[in-house]
Structure formats: C-alpha cells, structure tokens
T-cell receptor
Framework: DTEVTQTPKHLVMGMTNKKSLKCEQH?????MYWYKQKAKKPPELMFV???????INESVPSRFSPECPNSSLLNLHLHALQPEDSALYLC????????????????FGSGTRLTVV | GQQVMQIPQYQHVQEGEDFTTYCNSS?????IQWYKQRPGGHPVFLIQ?????EVKKQKRLTFQFGEAKKNSSLHITATQTTDVGTYFC?????????????FGKGTLLTVNP
C-alpha cells in the first residue's frame, strides 16, 4: 500500500461546528504532516509529527488541534473556524523526519476540501 | 527562513514545445525536491536532487541541480497535454534547523493541443 488516505474528501462546516479530518497511511512512515493549501498557492506546513510526537507547530491557531493516535493515523480536529480557513487540507507522510528529505520524498493524500460558512 | 524563488509563475505552450521552470535560493541547499500537482489534485513527488551538478532524467523530464546547490531546473521536452499542472520545487531548511519542506510558489503549465 503506497497511499495516504484522507477523509472526508469534501467538508462544509459552520463557524460553530466541531469536525475532524482523518489521515491514514500503511507505508510504515514515521513522520506525518498537515499542510494547508489555498487556491493557486503552494502548500503551507501546519504540523509535523515524528514517531507519534508533535515535532513542529508552525504557529497554527488553536482552533486547529492535531492528534496522532498511532503510527498510521493522523487527525486534525477543527473547532470555531473562520471563513478564511477554507482551503485544501493535505496530509503527507515520509519515512522519518530526517529522511523526509531523503530519496523518497513526501507522499501526499488527495486532501480534504474544506469550506467554512 | 528558507526561501526558494520559482519562475515563471505561469507558462502556456503549444503541444510539442519545450518547457522549463527554475528555482533559486539565496542559501546553499542540502537537496531539492520536485512535485507535480494536477488541477484539482494533490502534489505528487517526482524526484530529489542531492549532489552538486546532478542531472536526472525521467522520460521527457530532465532535472538539474546547480554546481553551487543554489538553483535547480525542470525541463520538459516536447510537452503533451498530460503534462498540464503546477510544478513545485521544495527544499528543506539549512542543516541544523527543524526539518520542514518549503515549497516554491510553483509554475502553472498549460498546454494547447
């Protein structure tokens, strides 16, 4: 299995809702990432998990809360989002943090297209 | 922080023409990666370059890493409609910093059949 699976593919939520994005990989990768991508822009790093521990938080607002229940799963919990948070949320994985820049690159999921109304 | 400048922002070509996108950094890069994102899709890893002056080929795609490891290019020979998409370069920060991949702004390639 060489895929990163993200659910749901599309999500519309109100500003008072609580929702979660899910990401799963079975490649044995020990580093997992959340990226946010606005239209016509490059992906922007939000969080990095290495060996199930939060390694990097790119000063993301607390209304985004990541969780890594085990080495295969990564969640992003959403609460009280703003319309400007509407974007494509991408999960990615790599072999491990130091080898993320190794010869295999990052494997991205197909993303969750989030709309906040 | 680490920045990679990528040009051009957009490129429209006729099918069969060549295409090149360039990435430049003000600092020496330990490596550089290239990704392709189709319209409505997600980034897909193409290749990583590590060595000074490295050149790698994948069918019609040629990737180069500069001698000073501060610039890189992706060249597509005889473009096809299947090449449409945004091509991103991405690089990690200088050694010793937290590992995080910074993406260039991307070059959107459109191909007229």
């Amino acid at each position: 299995d060489t895929e990163v699976t993200q659910t749901p593919k599309h999500l519309v939520m109100g500003m008072t809702n609580k929702k979660s994005l899910k990401c799963e990989q079975h490649m044995g990768h020990r580093a997992m990432y959340w990226y946010k991508q606005k239209a016509k822009k490059p992906p922007e790093l939000m969080f990095v998990y290495s060996y199930e521990k939060l390694s990097i938080n790119e000063s993301v607002p607390s209304r985004f809360s990541p969780e890594c229940p085990n080495s295969s799963l990564l969640n992003l919990h959403l609460h009280a989002l703003q319309p400007e948070d509407s974007a494509l949320y991408l999960c990615a994985s790599s072999q491990d943090l130091s080898r993320g820049q190794g010869s295999y690159g990052y494997t991205f999921g197909s993303g969750t297209r989030l709309t906040v109304v | 922080g680490q920045q990679v400048m990528q040009i051009p922002q957009y490129q429209h070509v006729q099918e069969g023409e060549d295409f090149t996108t360039y990435c430049n950094s003000s600092t020496t890069l330990s490596n550089i990666q290239w990704y392709k994102q189709r319209p409505g899709g997600h980034p897909v890893f193409l290749i990583q370059l590590v060595k000074s002056g490295e050149v790698k080929k994948q069918k019609r795609l040629t990737f180069q890493f500069g001698e000073a490891k501060k610039n890189s290019s992706l060249h597509i020979t005889a473009t096809q409609t299947t090449d449409v998409g945004t091509y991103f370069c991405a690089a990690p920060p200088p050694r010793g910093s937290n590992y995080k991949l910074t993406f260039g702004k991307g070059t959107l390639l459109t191909v007229n059949p």
